[in-house]
């Protein structure tokens, strides 16, 4: 009876890990917003990497020193820097829309994300495979011991805000930040996709968003 009651706790914990994978990251912002009247402007959100290399692997075992580096995607630094820039101009009332390119009317913020010199990386999160496993021989938690990893984000956001075709606001943001994030081996998605990750990720780029609303209540201002 004791076995299958085991059995049954592990299988519900294992659901729950999984479902935690497909959950959205969390991108709301807090931070500063427009000085100007904002509400019901529609946005345009044209976010993109120019540069920056990509580390790909299909490791099994973080080994060696190459399975130890992942790196956010494309994806994961374009639509969650979107999500977060449209959490704070939701929240001053305006109304975003994430495009591909720039419409020729209206309001536009087109963001370019490149590695912040001398990095190679946006975002790189290594795997310290020493202390995981020196934590792992301590007899404590077993499956639940965590892994330990080390992020790092390296980003210059230039951030240009158009209205209708016109350049009315541009700034350089480098982006900054190393953080130790854990996530424990039971949960299947450590590192690179834990919430720990997308964490870092969310309060790093919220100075490049805190300086875009400012941006925009200024040239917003004007053009009232």
């Known amino acids: 009876m004791e076995r299958r009651k085991t059995r049954l706790f592990v299988s519900a914990l294992t659901i729950a890990a999984l479902t935690g994978c ?3 990251p969390n991108m709301h912002y807090s931070g500063a917003m427009p000085q100007a009247n904002v509400t019901h402007k529609n946005v345009a959100l044209v976010t993109k990497v120019t540069s920056g290399s990509f580390v790909k692997n299909d490791c099994l075992l973080e080994a060696t020193h190459k399975c130890r ?5 494309i994806k994961a630094l374009t639509t969650n820097y979107d999500r977060l820039l449209a959490s704070a101009l939701k929240q001053a009332g305006a109304m975003p829309q ?13 963001t370019d ?5 001398p990095h190679k990386h946006e975002a790189i999160v290594h795997y310290d495979l020493g ?11 077993g499956l639940f011991t965590p892994r330990y990893y080390q992020m790092d984000l390296n980003v210059v956001d230039a951030i240009t805000i158009y209205h209708d075709g016109k350049a009315v606001w541009h700034d350089r943001v480098p982006v900054h930040l190393t953080k130790n994030i854990s996530k ?4 299947f998605n450590g590192g690179v996709n834990s919430s720990a990750a997308y964490k870092v990720y969310r309060v790093a780029q919220t100075s490049a968003v805190s300086q875009t609303m400012e941006g925009f209540g200024q040239v917003a201002s004007s053009v009232n």
């Open 98 to 110: 994430t495009e591909t390119a720039p419409p020729a009317a209206g309001w536009v913020i087109e």
């Open 69 to 73: 580096e992942h790196t956010f995607s």
């Open 22 to 24: 497909a959950t959205t």
């Open 131 to 141: 202390k995981s496993m020196g934590m792992a021989l301590i007899p404590v938690v």
């Open 113 to 117: 994300m490149a590695p912040l010199p």
């Open 184 to 187: 424990s081996k039971f949960a």
